[in-house]
């Protein structure tokens, strides 16, 4: 039952995530700047963490070390800001489906980073499944052409998103070992909520804001509540006790319901190479996931 809630929770986090990319794009195709959509999508955490340090547990909050609000910070610069920043103008280049396409790249990154710095095992699958997803990754990223245009630069922002997801987990596991799931998404969204808003001060016109109609406030809440809230706290509490690897299967369905919904919403259509690539980069990723078989003495 435990299994069937968790994988639940997961499916529903991965549908609203598919659809988050379609609502990004109709709002850049509106006109609204890059960074306000992302800083803004944001706000409604300002409230939960008013919540948060307002509860019983409040006390807690500042018991914490250090080394955890510095861990919040990271995650607030690797899960929030980057992403987020990274997404959104690349967008403004490329489609909403093959963003969601490539962004199904980030385990690529996590396996590599696992490799890395936390020491996991090393074996033929792993190796030969990595450099097959990263040829696919490369082939997504430059359209198969090789060549430094509009769409491939746009395609490298998505792709900056995905290895900053990739760090971001890594961080978020442990992190989750020690903190609630509520109190990491609110403090690291608070700090990426800062950065965001710096940014957008810095860099944009915000009085773009006061003429937005109704039905712009309304994607705006839609991703803020359900892409920036319940789906990923679907995903911590799912991922408190998952092994991260064990969820990557679910994130290889991201594209295709980004595709279904940016078709409906946005007429897009995915080109034949596109697939071909991108079920490269997935076949790569699942074959560096799978476990080699034990040798017969």
Avoid at 95 to 106: K, L, P, V
Wanted: charged share 10%; proline share 3%.
């Amino acid at each position: 039952m435990r299994r069937f809630y968790n994988a639940t929770a997961i499916l529903t986090a991965v549908i609203i995530w598919g659809l988050s990319f379609p609502l990004v794009k109709i709002l850049l195709n509106d006109g609204i700047p890059p960074i306000t959509i992302a800083m803004l999508r944001h706000t409604v955490f300002i409230p939960l963490l008013l919540i948060v340090l307002l509860s019983k547990n409040s006390s807690k909050v500042y018991s914490y070390s250090k080394k955890t609000w510095l861990m919040f910070i990271l995650l607030g610069v690797f899960t929030i800001f980057i992403p987020n920043l990274a997404q959104n103008i690349g967008m403004l280049y490329t489609t909403a489906t093959e963003s969601s396409i490539i962004q199904a790249s980030t385990p690529l990154f996590t396996i590599i980073l696992a490799l890395i710095f936390l020491e996991e095992s090393k074996n033929p699958n792993k190796i030969g499944g990595s450099l097959i997803a990263m040829a696919g990754v490369i082939l997504l990223v430059s359209g198969g052409n090789l060549e430094f245009t509009g769409a491939t630069y746009g395609n490298l922002m998505i792709l900056i998103s995905c290895i900053s997801y990739a760090i971001s987990g890594v961080i978020l596991k442990k992190g989750l070992a020690t903190v609630s799931p509520l109190h990491l998404l609110s403090f690291e969204t608070m700090f990426g909520f800062i950065f965001l808003f710096i940014s957008t001060i810095a860099f944009e016109d915000t009085s773009v804001i006061l003429s937005f109609n109704l039905y712009i406030w309304l994607l705006i809440l839609t991703l803020a509540v359900f892409a920036s809230g319940v789906a990923a706290m679907l995903y911590y509490v799912v991922l408190v006790e998952t092994e991260l690897s064990q969820l990557i299967v679910f994130v290889y369905l991201i594209p295709l319901f980004a595709a279904v919904f940016s078709y409906l919403l946005l007429g897009e259509t995915v080109s034949a190479e596109t697939i071909v690539f991108a079920a490269l980069t997935i076949g790569g990723i699942a074959l560096a996931q799978k476990q080699p078989k034990n040798k017969k003495i």
